[in-house]
């Protein structure tokens, strides 16, 4: 599984980091998202389909 | 079974709390936490006699409802009557692709790169009107100050030729009353005064929009799209009345909070950073969006309670940001607080869409403010009634200057 980030779209709405905080983050500002893992392990599929299916501006996007 | 058989089953499904509250007088509107308190402790769900939908109170309900667009859609309208239900050319009221679809085409000037040209602009604006404040010796917070900066600048950013700023205010008003149920008695007149907006927008949009300005991006990459003149005219009403009273709200609501905990002021004159938790705090307690609703896709169950496919769900973010299941001391502010998880902004596919925006506007109002504010002093204030906004309607203020250094 191999993640994306459209970082042009993203809001900060952080719901990506409710759902999956270990792929996910937001910077200090609190205003878009930082990947903490772009490749993550298989057992986190759910969360970050969980975190994609929150996404207000639909900016993640997921490979394999 | 539809959304009016959910109506019209007035008697209340056994075994979940029931109330007659009108969640819509003006009484409840203005002071509504009594009753969200009573609503929270009865359960995790409870039925509204007075609409015939259920409601969830508690923060945990709120927020799974809200994550799961699925199985509560916002497709079937989100308010309180079928008129402003059956608005469907809005990202609030679609789901799926089609919602993305709309909310990147409407979201494209509300993104970190206009945004950062917009920067310098809202700082300008934010000094000279405090500038301007120094000369008064009475304030009201609410027309003086917080409606300012959103008025002059949303309206001119949008670029619709010939609105005056007090009529985008009036537009924002009515667009949030016209949600409510139709036994409310804001609703009628402002499902009328929409209907006047949208003869002007038929009449002005796109024809009188300003090159560059938000609207004429919408109907451009709208159109690049493949949508139809009339379905982003539509999408238009996006811009119009959300993007004002809720900021609005939000600082007045922010001042009126700072001048009764200057311990709380103090802190962030003496740090900035806390601008970025203070900002969602103040959103969390004054909760500018109180409700919308939902509507079950298919039988399903909130926290162990049936919810009949077809039943409408009020969410209340208001309540559900009060609950001291999920906040400490939730009725106190505290500027330090973790800024994650409340639902002032909404959560999931249908989170505020402007919330970026709104959030610059109050860091930098808020911050120019923290170089030249030393105490709010607040006098009188009251709320305004409004079906789904909760704003003052006018708050005294008045304003110690800090000693120039
Ligand atoms: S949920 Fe989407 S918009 Fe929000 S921080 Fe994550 S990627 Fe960005």
Known sequence: ?64 | MTQDAAVEQQRPPAGIPSFDDDLHVDAVLVDPFPTYAKLRDAGPVVWLEKYGYYACARYDEVSSVLSDWETFTSREGVGFNQFFNGITETSLQTEGDHHDEIRQVEGCPIKKGPLEELKPRLKDFAENLVESLKGKDHLDGVADVAMAMPIEIVTDLVGVEGVTQEQMFKWGVAGFDSIGPLHAPRTQPALETMMGYMEFADENFPSNVREGGWADQLFKNGAAVGWPEDFARGVMNDYIYPSVDSTISAIGIGLLLFAQHPDQWDRLRADRSLLTSAIPEIVRLASPLQFFTRVATKDTEIAGVAIPEGSRVVVMYGSANRDDRKFENPDSFDITRDPAGHLGWGRGKHACLGKPLARLEMITLFNVLADNVERFHAGKYRFQPNNIIRSLGELELSITWAQEN
């Open chain 1, 1 to 64: 599984m191999k993640i994306q980030i459209e970082y042009g779209m993203c809001d900060g709405h952080g719901e990506c980091v409710i759902a999956a905080p270990e792929v996910f983050d937001l910077n200090d500002d609190g205003d878009e998202v930082i990947l903490l893992d772009d490749s993550p392990a298989e057992s986190l599929r759910d969360k970050v389909n969980a975190a994609i299916k929150l996404c207000p501006v639909a900016a993640i996007r997921v490979e394999g």
